[in-house]
């Protein structure tokens, strides 16, 4: 059997690792586009504080974060995987009741969250915290390396057999493959590309979701038009653009209920140029020169996984159907404390504001901005000072640490509702709309899409989660 995955982000690197395990000639094709979630995401994992009322998101986020201890035992290498606790904190302590009681629900089906506790003084575990701050521990709370990740999958894949390219898989109408050159320019088909949703779509039914899959509060976008053009980040009287809202523990409202609206236009996506992410250890590949331009290079497949993230839509069109998937922006910003110890510090998950997290290297994490702008992975201005801003609230003992590394990301976001697993046509296999639970459910999607592609039956009811297109 011969499977083509297209795309090499968590989930993709995860459904070749899986595939070639089982002996399965493993092809995976990535044409490196700027702006990549798996290379920008934090690594949060920690479900059990999200979706109070979205058993669908909920179900797949809980056994993504189940299945890391046994995929860090099966890789053998370091991941930057570790249970450090997250410590959900917020200035009046009446805030974090909801969020205890929603943990005391679910303990029972979620035992790996630990004995939830009173942390009386936060800065005590996280010391650059506000002292006006209370918290709650949940100490099965993890982070991880999401480049460390799929890097380490994609290892493993190739020393199975698998062959990783560098190139644009191009999909034809009947779901045959053709490998194109990176750079080289091809039409995606004829369609409507999704636009992001437009002012407050979805405000008023997404309230219970969490601050992770949240969009802007109050944004004034143009694409409320089907324009995908950027517009400036700026505050309402509400907060800047993706602070926190009345979500039971943190969030605006959701922008996905409902779905945006197709632009009436196909709109080229805006590619600029980025702070560039320091390359993680190199996974071999094929040489791209051997990809001639033109017509492309026919690769064999029997079915073909297509884990795009937020390109998904446009890898898929030419099969003629519109995925409504589009990309949320994230602005993420790493900063070193030097001398200090960070590598065990906790996850911070404040009720308002941004979240922060320590890994070894003297390396705090904070992030990220949440904004719906089409195609633009670009650091910004404004972006960086609502992280800065923000971050500070919490923890201004951050304030003299050296900004070392910004990084951005574009989130893939299923319209509809939760991430979109299933299968297009007898012959194609999709996942995405993982939104920024991309690194928490990730490695187990990428074993879902796995036993589709093999015609198995998986773990988790996948109904849910079934491409709806427009």
């Given at each position: 059997m011969r499977v083509v995955v297209i795309g090499s982000g968590i989930v993709g690197?995860?459904?070749?690792?899986?595939?070639?395990?089982?002996?399965?000639?493993?092809?995976?094709?990535?044409?490196?586009?700027?702006?990549?979630?798996?290379?920008?995401?934090?690594?949060?994992?920690?479900?059990?504080?999200?979706?109070?009322?979205?058993?669908?998101?909920?179900?797949?986020?809980?056994?993504?974060?189940?299945?890391?201890?046994?995929?860090?035992?099966?890789?053998?290498?370091?991941?930057?995987?570790?249970?450090?606790?997250?410590?959900?904190?917020?200035?009046?302590?009446?805030?974090?009741?909801?969020v205890r009681a929603l943990l005391r629900r679910r303990y029972a089906d979620a035992p790996e969250m630990g004995e939830v506790t009173d942390v009386l003084t936060p800065s005590d575990l996280f010391p650059p915290l506000s002292d006006d701050l209370s918290a709650l521990l949940v100490p099965g709370a993890a982070r991880v390396d999401g480049s460390a990740v799929r890097d380490a999958l994609l290892r493993a894949a190739v020393a199975r057999g698998a062959e990783v390219l560098h190139g644009s898989a191009v999909l034809t109408s009947d779901g045959q493959v053709r490998l194109h050159a990176a750079d080289e320019d091809i039409p995606a088909g004829n369609g409507p590309q999704w636009a992001q949703p437009g002012p407050g779509a979805g405000a008023v039914s997404g309230r219970t979701t969490s601050w992770r899959q949240a969009a802007p509060l109050a944004p004034d976008y143009p694409s409320a038009t089907g324009d995908l053009t950027e517009s400036p980040l700026e505050a309402s009287a509400e907060g800047p653009v993706g602070a926190a809202g009345d979500a039971p523990f943190g969030g605006p409202p959701d922008g996905s209920p409902g779905g945006p609206a197709p632009a009436s236009e196909p709109v080229p996506p805006v590619v600029e140029p980025i702070v560039p992410v320091p390359p993680a250890e190199p996974v071999a590949l094929s040489a791209a020169e051997r990809v001639p331009a033109g017509e492309g290079?026919?690769?064999?497949?029997?079915?073909?996984?297509?884990?795009?993230?937020?390109?998904?839509?446009?890898?898929?069109?030419?099969?003629?159907?519109?995925?409504?998937?589009?990309?949320?922006?994230?602005?993420?910003?790493?900063?070193?404390?030097?001398?200090?110890?960070?590598?065990?510090?906790?996850?911070?998950?404040?009720?308002?504001?941004?979240?922060?997290?320590?890994?070894?290297?003297?390396?705090?994490?904070?992030?990220?901005?949440?904004?719906?702008?089409?195609?633009?992975?670009?650091?910004?201005?404004?972006?960086?000072?609502?992280?800065?801003?923000?971050?500070?609230?919490?923890?201004?003992?951050?304030?003299?640490?050296?900004?070392?590394?910004?990084?951005?990301?574009?989130?893939?976001?299923?319209?509809?509702?939760?991430?979109?697993?299933?299968?297009?046509?007898?012959?194609?296999?999709?996942?995405?709309?993982?939104?920024?639970y991309g690194l928490t459910a990730g490695p187990f999607t990428g074993e879902l899409v796995a036993k589709l592609a093999l015609d198995e039956q998986p773990p988790i009811d996948l109904t849910p989660y079934a491409p709806r297109t427009a």
């Open positions: 690197a995860s459904a070749a690792y899986y595939l070639s395990g089982r002996g399965v000639a493993v092809t995976v094709v990535d044409r490196g586009s700027q702006g990549q979630a798996t290379q920008a995401g934090a690594g949060i994992v920690c479900p059990w504080v999200d979706h109070p009322e979205d058993d669908s998101w909920y179900w797949l986020t809980s056994e993504g974060a189940r299945h890391y201890p046994r995929l860090v035992e099966a890789l053998g290498e370091d991941i930057g995987y570790a249970k450090v606790g997250a410590l959900l904190v917020a200035e009046d302590p009446v805030d974090l009741e909801p290079v026919p690769l064999e497949a029997d079915v073909v996984i297509v884990t795009a993230g937020a390109w998904t839509g446009e890898v898929c069109r030419p099969l003629g159907v519109e995925l409504p998937v589009f990309p949320r922006r994230g602005q993420i910003l790493h900063a070193t404390l030097d001398g200090v110890d960070t590598a065990f510090w906790p996850i911070v998950l404040p009720r308002s504001g941004p979240y922060l997290l320590g890994f070894p290297g003297s390396r705090v994490v904070i992030g990220a901005t949440v904004e719906d702008v089409g195609f633009a992975p670009r650091v910004t201005m404004g972006g960086l000072e609502e992280v800065i801003a923000a971050g500070l609230r919490v923890a201004p003992g951050l304030f003299g640490a050296t900004v070392s590394e910004t990084r951005v990301g574009l989130r893939p976001v299923n319209a509809p509702g939760p991430a979109l697993i299933g299968r297009l046509t007898p012959r194609v296999v999709v996942a995405t709309g993982l939104s920024a």
